[in-house]
């Protein structure tokens, strides 16, 4: 099975900053079918990315994926407050699907 | 309007055997490619994914805990069920069902998850 590390597992940084966070996978996500979800506490996950680039309906251009093969990357362009929260990355292109650990993005 | 809710037992006594039910609305489970998948988190931890099942039947499990779930469905009443045996403490988890929207998006989106229930807190305990 694929699995998924991300880094940094904290990123400190303060609103208007720039955020890039790093997903690896462990073999080639050779479809590109990587996703990024985001979390804030007590709510279920909401799609942000899919297909390692493809904004979902609704989600700020503020947010862009990008990668392929194995290292893939969430920027957050300016980070507003709502945007603190934690960020999980997923491979679909195989069997069993997997997540990766999670990037905490915090205030500064 | 889309919807997942996530219903089933609060409380489950080790080594019994849990089961929980999906149900979906404002979507038909026969269209193709769709799917539902659940997922977990214990808590302050990670998302887990456990299994999905899709319109065309097909199923697949989380490597490690494939011999303890069995995910099925009722298209006629918009269910999916996820049965896991065998509960241990390490299983308490808030456990979610997320849609797999096929068709409705491009193919790079067929089976990414698009819309999730508010998830339901298992906890397992004598």
């Known amino acids: 099975e694929i699995v998924l590390t991300q880094s940094p597992g904290t990123l400190s940084l303060s609103p208007g900053e720039r955020a890039t966070l790093s997903c690896r996978a462990s073999?080639?996500?050779?479809?590109?079918?990587l996703a990024w979800y985001q979390q804030k506490p007590g709510q279920a996950p909401r799609l942000l990315i899919y297909?390692?680039?493809s904004r979902a309906p609704g989600v700020s251009d503020r947010f862009s994926g990008s990668g392929s093969g194995t290292d893939f990357t969430l920027t957050i362009s300016r980070l507003e407050p709502e945007d603190f929260a934690m960020y999980y990355c997923q491979q679909y292109d195989s069997s069993p699907r997997t997540f990766g650990q999670g990037t905490k993005v915090e205030i500064k | 309007q889309v919807t997942l809710e996530e219903s089933g037992p609060v409380l489950v006594k080790p080594t019994e055997t849990l089961t929980l039910t999906c149900t979906v609305s404002?979507?038909?489970?026969?269209?193709?490619?769709?799917?539902v998948t659940w997922i977990r988190q214990p808590p302050g931890k990670a998302l887990e994914w456990l299994a999905h099942i899709f319109s065309n039947d097909e199923r697949s499990y989380n490597t490690s805990l494939k011999s303890r779930l069995t995910i099925s469905e009722d298209t006629s009443k918009s269910q999916v069920v996820l049965t896991m045996t065998n509960m241990d403490p390490v299983d308490t988890a808030t456990y979610y069902c997320a849609r797999n929207p096929g068709d409705e998006y491009d193919i790079s989106g067929y089976y990414t998850l698009d819309y999730w229930g508010q998830g339901t807190l298992v906890t397992v305990s004598s």
């Open positions: 073999q080639s996500v050779d479809s590109g079918y």
């Open positions: 404002g979507f038909s489970f026969s269209n193709a490619r769709m799917g």
């Open positions: 297909g390692a680039s």
